[in-house]
């Protein structure tokens, strides 16, 4: 079964396409389709993701899977939130991780409660106008670093520190990652809810 993934993020590619073998599901991104990238006007991940995953369905005439994934920080009231991504374009920086990452270090400069999450909405549809869209959220509980910590990953990754494994995210191998991310946990119960109502795997 081919489903078309609204993201044209290799990075992402790569640890859904992982995380979703087991079902025998091929992923394609949208971009490979020459498919347009949607409008994330919402304030929330699931409907960001909604939004997605209708659009790439839409256009390609395929089922698809979306995630509009970022990082919730409790200090911020949850920002950076879904423009996590664009996070330093809000302050007139450049959009990039670096920045990113600068800017959120900026904003809580001298704030002692550094709790964080990773969230991460994953939404499969059918066909663009499936009235029952399967939506699965992961959360992965943390804090955030002073300073970046890590080579690997993408994102704040080096800026996210899981106190369990006494890493930031950016420190863990892929596996690990692949296993125990907000991607993850939103993957596995997407596809429980897959195999379930779709009858795939």
């Not at 939004?51 to 919730?72: E, F, N, W």
């Not at 999450?117 to 939506?135: G, M, T």
């Amino acid at each position: 079964m081919k489903l078309v993934l609204a993201s044209n993020n290799a990075k992402k590619l790569q640890e859904l396409q992982a995380l979703f073998q087991p079902l025998g599901v091929e992923l394609v991104t949208q971009g490979s389709l020459g498919i347009a990238e949607a409008e994330e006007p919402f304030h929330t991940f699931v409907e960001n993701a909604l939004t997605k995953a209708r659009h790439a369905s839409q256009a390609s005439g395929l089922p698809a899977l979306a995630d509009d994934s970022g990082l919730a920080v409790e200090a911020l009231g949850g920002m950076p939130g879904v423009l996590s991504a664009r996070y330093a374009t809000l302050f007139g920086r450049e959009k990039s991780d670096a920045e990113n990452n600068r800017v959120l270090l900026e904003k809580l400069d001298g704030i002692e409660d550094r709790r964080a999450r990773f969230v991460c909405a994953l939404v499969a549809v059918r066909s663009a106008d499936d009235p029952e869209p399967l939506i699965a959220l992961g959360r992965w509980q943390g804090e955030i670093l002073r300073q970046a910590q890590g080579e690997g990953g993408f994102g704040y990754d080096p800026l996210l520190f899981i106190p369990e494994l006494g890493q930031s995210v950016a420190a863990l191998g892929a596996e690990t990652k692949n296993r125990l991310s907000h991607r993850a946990l939103a993957s596995q119960d997407l596809l429980r809810q897959m195999r379930e109502s779709w009858h795939l795997g």
